[in-house]
């Protein structure tokens, strides 16, 4: 008797209704994974935005501090009064510096009596 000869064929196999059943589970599972992946990436990719945005915004503030070579903040100061030249001096208490010199209201030039 001859010996059976086998090889190996790439043809054409039809699925049966089990296999299709099958093959649809596996197909909506991997669409919920997918769709869990999109959201993951959306929310990562805003995350990210959200960070380089802050970073951008960041680097502005410096680009526009250098740029105008200085910032304005709060800082204490002590007021003095300058009746003979009728301006308000703001002089800063970190340096002794004038921080800034307004001209005195009408309400500022009304001195206020000494409370005894």
């Given at each position: 008797m001859?010996?059976k000869?086998?090889s190996t064929?790439f043809?054409e196999?039809?699925?049966t209704?089990?296999?299709k059943r099958?093959i649809?589970?596996?197909?909506?599972f991997k669409?919920s994974e997918?769709?869990?992946?999109?959201d993951?990436?959306?929310?990562?990719?805003s995350?990210?935005?959200?960070?380089?945005?802050?970073?951008?915004?960041?680097?502005?503030?410096?680009?526009?501090?250098?740029n105008n070579?200085y910032?304005?903040?709060?800082?204490?100061c002590?007021?003095e009064?300058?009746?003979?030249r009728?301006?308000?001096?703001y002089?800063?208490?970190?340096n002794?510096?004038?921080?800034?010199?307004v001209?005195?209201?009408r309400?500022?030039l009304?001195?206020?009596?000494?409370?005894n």
């Amino acid at each position: 008797m001859a010996e059976k000869e086998f090889s190996t064929e790439f043809i054409e196999h039809k699925f049966t209704d089990e296999e299709k059943r099958d093959i649809a589970k596996e197909m909506a599972f991997k669409v919920s994974e997918l769709a869990q992946l999109e959201d993951k990436k959306k929310a990562v990719a805003s995350q990210i935005k959200s960070e380089i945005d802050k970073k951008q915004s960041e680097v502005n503030l410096h680009a526009t501090h250098l740029n105008n070579g200085y910032m304005m903040k709060s800082v204490k100061c002590e007021v003095e009064r300058d009746y003979k030249r009728n301006v308000i001096r703001y002089i800063r208490t970190d340096n002794g510096e004038i921080g800034r010199e307004v001209p005195m209201t009408r309400e500022d030039l009304q001195r206020q009596l000494p409370v005894n």
